[in-house]
Structure formats: C-alpha cells, structure tokens
C-alpha cells in the first residue's frame, strides 16, 4: 500500500470518515450482544432444541472469521469503498432476513449471510481508516475506533434486552436495516475510493481449506449433540483435519499467503495467538452463555438479564483506558497477558463455584473479576502480538489475529456446548428413575436450551452443566497464562515509554 496516494482529511470531513469507518463497527459488536441475550426468546419462539441454538451463534462467528482474511485481501484489490458499501449491503439485507426468518433453519442460513456482511465491512472499514489518517491522526482515529467497540459491547446486553422484552426478538435485528440504509448513503457521499495498487489475486485454495476445515470441526462439535458421537461426527472431525493439514500445505507453497506461516516461527507472536484464541474460547463465548444461565436458571426477564451482564461487559470499555494510562509503561506485555489470563481464570472458577447456588449476588464477584482480567486483555494481545511481526507484515498479521480470535470464539463455542450438553445429560441419566419413559435425549436437549419446565432435575442438571463448561473456560484461561508466560519474550514486550504511548494505542485498537 505505499504507492498510494493519500489525501489529507481534516474538519468535517475526518469527522465523517470516522462515522462512516466505525458505526458499521459498531453495528456488529452490537448486533453480536444483542443476539446473545435474545438467544431464549428465539428459543422458545421456535420451540427450538440446544443445537438449533448453537447454529444462531455459530452460523455468524463461523463465516465471520472464515472470511475476515480474504475480505482485507477483496477490498485491497477491488477498492475498499466497494467492499464497504457491499458488506454494508450484505449485513443489512441478511438482518433483514433474520428478524422475518419464519423457521430457525432459515434465521440461521441469513446469520452466516450476516457473519459474511460483518467480515466485508470490518476489514473495509479498518483498512479505510489506515489509508484516510496518518501519524498522530491514525493514532487518535484508532482510539476512537476502539472506544466505539467498547460502548458497543458495554450497551449491547442492556440493549438487547430491552428490545426484546418490549418488542420481541425480531428487532433485534430489524434495528439494523434504517441504521444500515443511512450508513450506506454517508459512505457513497463522503468516501473517496482507495486501493492498494499492489495487491494480487485472491488466495483462494487458502481461503477454501480453512474455512472447510473450520466449518467441519464446528458441525462435528454441535452434530454430535444432536446425533451422538457416530461414525458421521467422527467423519467430520476427521475432515477438518485434513482440511487444515491441506491449508498448512498451500500456505507453504503460496508466493504470497493469505497465513505468512513463518510469523508462527516467533514464539512471542505464537503466545499472544495462544493467548488471544483463549481469551476468545474461555471469556468471549460466556457472553453468549451467560445470558441464557440468568433467563433460564434464575428466572430474569431478557432486560434484566441484560443489565445483570454489565459487570462483565463494562470492564471490557473502562479497563484498557486504565492498563494504557497506569499499567503500560510499568510493566512488560509478557506481565499483563499473563495477568490478564489469571484475573479472567479466577473470575470463571468463582462463576463455576457458584452456580449451582444460582444466586446472582453470589456471581457478582466472579462478573467483575473476569470482566476486568478481559478489559486488561482486550488490547494487549493486539499488541503484544505486533510487536513481534515487522512493520511491513502487520495489515496480514494483525489479520491472523483477528481470524485466531474469531476462531476461538466458533470452536469454543461449539466445545462448551458439547460439554454442557453431555455435562447435562450425565445429570439426567443419574436423576431419572429406571421406570421413567421420559426420552433422557429429548429431555437433554431442552433442557440445555434453556426449557426447565419439567421440575427439580431440570434446574438440577442445568445447574450442574453451566458448572462443568465455567470450569472448563477456567482451565483453559490458566493453561493459556502459563503457555503467555513461557512463550511470550520480556525482551519484544518491554514497558512502553511515554513518547510511544500514541501509536501503542493505534495498533491497540486494531
């Protein structure tokens, strides 16, 4: 992109650009808390079982990190204004779609139409907003970028369950086409198209591997719920496998890769994937689990269950203001992913401890606790990872770290559901009496998606399974703390000097 031709924006006209680059942003990290607190009406809307539900989370996350590498790559080559203006398009048609979807197959089919929307305009919009602002400028658009994203993940629970409890679910998505059609017609106005002259085809073969392989081993996880762990589940794990052995090869043999492999040569960068997949899997997915836990098991209505996500969501927007201002310049990166990574494992095991007391107030700590280990998280591993990775290699690598992260949250996703569900149908096993014809499957499922209508064992079971995944999600955060601490060098991570504070925040919000 350094042949490009840059063009100055000032007044006005920066101010528009940065509306243009991050309500769209916006938009999708919104959309995504939302939906989360939405998850039981849809549920119960359609009479929907657990896997059904899975897929409304999934269907998104899924085309969402599959494509959000090649969409860098589209809007390089074919202009970024274009691709901003399609994902834009794509996104808000597919809401559309969602909030009239008159079965879940199809509000499914128009969330991975959704997910593909979301992964244009995001790239587009990131890569506009490297091109229009230089030097301090960047800096300070990327910090307004970044506190967008955190007002959109702080308002998105309490947002969502206000619309759903006062206007039903469907507008939850509605909400997206007058926002989306506006957003549209300010794009066309003010921005200018950009290009980068040097971008070559499309990694296809790249494109098609990992998305294939991502895409099977979520559908084995979430099949074997529903079909148990037959020869078809194991077919599909062992397809992704191969899949991503075959997108390891072409990586290797492409002249200009979708996946550099070689950044994985840095151990520094490898911890801060590591870090950032389970950040992702373990803390990122409980904002779609949570929500569903206060509905179902502590009988709140989806607004005040939104509102009783706020000690988790809220970190995520104060805490990285306070790491940039007090914590950034005293300790080295290695230090606060690490710390991060032990705060949010803490937070989890004290959720997992108390949630078969199903008292909120017994939860509250465990909220804060993992909320501000993510807030410390939440930029860190952008830039720990950059730190390691040369200038010229950032727009590809910061891409991987994007996908990475999306990828936790698809495949973490879809583990926690599997073990939720056997987690509960262990519970109903043990609890139903040997002479009850009560379907222990049947039972299973509805019960992992929220319905605890048939007595006791119901409250018990989900209980029991909400239990079994934050214990999970708390092993995998404090693997990963030890994995950040081994892997990640003091040396690329040292303390960052206050004349360095203004582009650490640039590559932070990215």
Request: charged share 10%; hydrophobic share 55%; proline share 4%.
């Amino acid at each position: 992109m350094h042949n490009e031709t840059h063009v100055p924006v000032d007044g006005l006209q920066r101010f528009l650009i940065l509306l243009c680059v991050s309500i769209p942003s916006f938009m999708i990290n919104l959309d995504s808390n939302i939906v989360a607190v939405s998850l039981s009406s849809i549920a119960h809307s359609f009479k929907a079982d657990f896997a059904d539900i899975e897929w409304v989370i999934s269907a998104y996350t899924l085309t969402f990190a599959s494509f959000v590498m090649p969409a860098g790559a589209l809007a390089d080559r074919f202009g970024r204004k274009r691709i901003l203006v399609v994902g834009l398009s794509v996104f808000t048609l597919a809401s559309f779609i969602c909030g009239a979807a008159p079965n879940v197959t199809a509000l499914n089919a128009a969330r991975a139409l959704q997910g593909l929307g979301a992964a244009l305009l995001l790239s587009a919009a990131l890569a506009t907003l490297s091109h229009s602002f230089r030097g301090p400028q960047r800096a300070a658009a990327f910090a307004f970028w970044g506190s967008v994203i955190g007002i959109a993940i702080s308002l998105g629970p309490v947002v969502g369950g206000f619309i759903t409890q006062h206007f039903g679910w469907e507008w939850a998505f509605y909400i997206n086409v007058p926002i989306g059609a506006a957003i549209i017609a300010l794009v066309l106005r003010t921005l200018k198209e950009s290009r980068d002259p040097d971008a070559r085809s499309i990694d296809y073969p790249g494109v098609i591997t990992f998305s294939g392989s991502l895409f099977l081993i979520t559908l084995a996880l979430i099949s074997g719920n529903r079909q148990g762990w037959d020869v078809h589940v194991l077919l599909e794990m062992l397809g992704a496998l191969v899949l991503f052995v075959l997108f390891l090869f072409v990586e290797s043999r492409q002249q200009r890769p979708m996946m550099d492999l070689s950044i994985f040569r840095k151990p520094t960068y490898v911890g801060a994937c590591i870090a950032g997949l389970a950040y992702a899997a373990s803390l990122l997915t409980m904002l779609s689990y949570l929500p569903i836990f206060f509905q179902s098991a502590l009988g709140y209505s989806p607004q005040n269950a939104g509102l009783l996500m706020l000690p988790l969501a809220v970190p995520l927007f104060v805490v990285p203001r306070i790491t940039a201002s007090y914590l950034t310049h005293r300790f080295s990166g290695r230090s606060l992913l690490t710390l991060g990574l032990l705060i949010i494992g803490g937070g989890l095991f004290w959720l997992g401890f108390e949630a078969t007391s199903f008292d909120y107030r017994a939860m509250l700590g465990g909220l804060l606790l993992a909320g501000t280990g993510a807030g410390i998280l939440n930029g860190e591993t952008a830039k720990v990872a950059m730190s390691a990775i040369p200038p010229e290699r950032a727009g590809m690598a910061s891409g991987v770290s994007g996908t990475v992260r999306f990828s936790g949250i698809v495949v973490g996703f879809a583990a926690l559901g599997a073990i939720l569900f056997h987690r509960v149908g262990a519970s109903v096993a043990s609890g139903l009496p040997g002479s009850s014809r009560v379907d222990p499957i049947a039972l299973t499922r509805s019960i992992a998606a929220g319905d605890l209508s048939s007595g006791p064992l119901a409250l018990v079971s989900f209980g029991a399974g909400y239990q079994a995944i934050l214990f999970v999600a708390c092993a995998m955060a404090l693997t990963s703390a030890l994995l950040a601490w081994i892997l990640v060098r003091a040396a690329d991570t040292a303390p960052t000097v206050h004349h360095k504070q203004q582009q650490v925040g640039a590559v932070s919000a990215k």
